[in-house]
Nanobody, 128 residues
Framework: QVHLEESGGGLVQTGGSLRLSCAASGRPFSVSTVAWFRQAPGKEREFVAYMSWNGGVTDYADSVKGRFTLSRDNAKNPLYLQMTSLKPEDTAVYFC?????????????????????WGQGTQVTVSS
């Protein structure tokens, strides 16, 4: 069993920065596809970013491209999401997700349904 725990959320002003962390227990992040999603009140969960198992492929939602950076250190754990130039529309609960299935390792996905393990989320609020 894998347990994920996010941290680093909070309240920040427009234009500010935050770094979210996601720690895993039970199984390391190595050889996994990792991702961040977010969910704003009244909206569906949406893709933010993913990284392939070897770090060779990353993908970002257009809404965060150039502002958010996903990074991972397989040796040490955890997974990070550096968020800069934050906007009020970035306000949401942010979730990290991981999947270890071989097919998903070869073909990372933006779809939430492709990720097996999820954290409980951390709230990010950007004030205008």
């Amino acid at each position: 069993q894998v347990h994920l725990e996010e941290s680093g959320g909070g309240l920040v002003q427009t234009g500010g920065s935050l770094r979210l962390s996601c720690a895993a227990s039970g199984r390391p992040f190595s050889v996994s596809t990792v991702a961040w999603f977010r969910q704003a009140p009244g909206k569906e969960r949406e893709f933010v970013a993913y990284m392939s198992w070897n770090g060779g492929v990353t993908d970002y939602a257009d809404s965060v491209k150039g502002r958010f950076t996903l990074s991972r250190d397989n040796a040490k754990n955890p997974l990070y999401l550096q968020m800069t130039s934050l906007k009020p529309e970035d306000t949401a609960v942010y979730f990290c997700a991981v999947d270890y299935r071989p097919d998903h390792l070869r073909n990372p996905s933006r779809s939430a349904s492709e990720y097996t393990y999820w954290g409980q989320g951390t709230q990010v609020t950007v004030s205008s």
